[in-house]
């Protein structure tokens, strides 16, 4: 394993798993944040035993200043800092800039550093959109952007594949492979929620009074950090170039609400159990900006595989159900959800 990891956006749900679980392995960890002063005791309090094995540094996605001294010294980097909002931006390019200059700002401080390990937190939105016929997806496939995707889609989909033709062009010695995580699940240690942990706090909270017909995939953030630590460590020609989707399978949001109800019953009394008409989702657009951005999703299966990443990084994923429970349960024992 290599010895030290830069990890950037280490404040972030995934990011911070990441390293979590490199610091829990022995490795040293530099991770990126964009407020040092804001950040970094928050941190220290997560890992409190760190000490010097955990370095923080103040680097942004769009400026350069910082990335010198966060890449000195690494083996290895997983880049996951990327800008993931709740809401719809007034423009795209909010996100997709970021997306695709810091991916390739993060590419090119390790290329300076001399390092040849790269995991990108690439995302399904890189694989499953575009393609109204298709229902299936797996790691060959990629969104559609002729298809006028919404502005996260875009920005992760550019992101990729910006990284992919930089290292084909200007770094064919660095092992560069992407994470795509489908929706991201599972233990949370604070109470600043990624954005697909709202969906399961807005299902216990009763902020969502009937169910949408809409569905996502489920993946465990222990498994998607997994992922990025077995892209490591894995010999080069295993990993080169290659797509690794972390998915269990598709739920609908009525089955997600009724996996919560049946395992954590005592959690669930705000749990909606009726369906929303989709003529009512589309009324409730007119005036509702979140409802809005999850029209187009009524009725959508985007089934994509992880079965690729089980099989060659040789690990098995942890149950959907299990990791929504784990979910529902933390959302509760932290404090952030009142049931
Ligand atoms: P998150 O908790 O919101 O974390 C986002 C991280 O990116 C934070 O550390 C944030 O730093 C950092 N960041 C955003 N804009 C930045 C900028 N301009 N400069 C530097 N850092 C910036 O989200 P997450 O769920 O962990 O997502 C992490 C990655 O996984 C993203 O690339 C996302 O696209 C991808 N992903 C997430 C999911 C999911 O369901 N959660 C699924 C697929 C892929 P600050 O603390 O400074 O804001």
Redesign the pocket.
């Known amino acids: 394993m290599a010895g030290t990891v830069l990890v950037?956006?280490?404040?972030?749900?995934?990011?911070?798993e990441v390293v979590d679980q490199l610091l829990a392995k022995g490795c040293r960890v530099h991770t990126?944040?964009?407020?040092k002063q804001k950040?970094e005791p928050r941190l220290r309090e997560r890992w409190p035993e760190a000490g010097e094995r955990l370095k923080v540094f103040q680097?942004?996605?769009?400026s350069d200043d910082g990335w010198v001294e966060a890449n000195a010294g690494c083996d290895a980097v997983a880049h996951?800092?990327?800008?993931?909002p709740l809401g719809r931006p007034k423009d795209k390019d909010e996100l997709v800039i970021?997306?695709r200059e810091?991916t390739l700002r993060a590419l090119r401080f390790a290329k300076g550093a001399g390092i040849t390990r790269f995991v990108q937190?690439?995302?399904?939105?890189a694989i499953a959109y575009g393609h109204p016929a298709q229902d299936h997806f797996d790691h060959t496939d990629w969104t559609n952007l002729d298809a006028n995707v919404p502005p996260?889609i875009e920005s992760?989909t550019v992101a990729e594949r910006a990284a992919r033709e930089w290292v084909q062009e200007n770094a064919p010695e660095m092992v560069f492979c992407s994470v795509?995580?489908?929706?991201?699940f599972g233990p949370v240690y604070n109470d600043?929620l990624?954005?697909?942990i709202e969906m399961v706090k807005r299902i216990i909270n009763g902020s969502i009074p009937l169910i949408p017909n809409m569905g996502i995939c489920v993946t465990d953030v222990r498994d998607v950090a997994k992922a990025h630590i077995l892209a490591i460590e894995a010999p080069a020609d295993s990993v080169r170039d290659e797509r690794f989707p972390t998915s269990v399978k598709f739920m609908w949001i009525g089955e997600m609400a009724e996996c919560i109800r049946q395992r954590a019953p005592e959690l669930s009394g705000k749990v909606p159990k009726r369906r929303m008409p989709d003529w009512l989702a589309h009324t409730l657009a007119l005036f509702m900006p979140e409802m809005k951005q999850i029209t187009g999703e009524l009725g959508n299966v985007r089934d994509v595989s992880g079965k690729h990443t089980e099989e060659v990084l040789g690990f098995t994923f942890i149950p959907a159900e299990e990791t929504l429970e784990v979910t529902a349960r933390s959302l509760v024992e932290r404090g952030i959800v009142k049931v």
């Open positions: 950037t956006g280490g404040t972030g749900y995934i990011g911070g990126t944040v964009r407020n950040s680097a942004d996605l769009m996951v800092a990327s800008p993931f970021p997306a810091g937190t690439s995302s399904a939105a996260y992760k795509n995580p489908v929706a991201v600043d990624s954005t697909s």
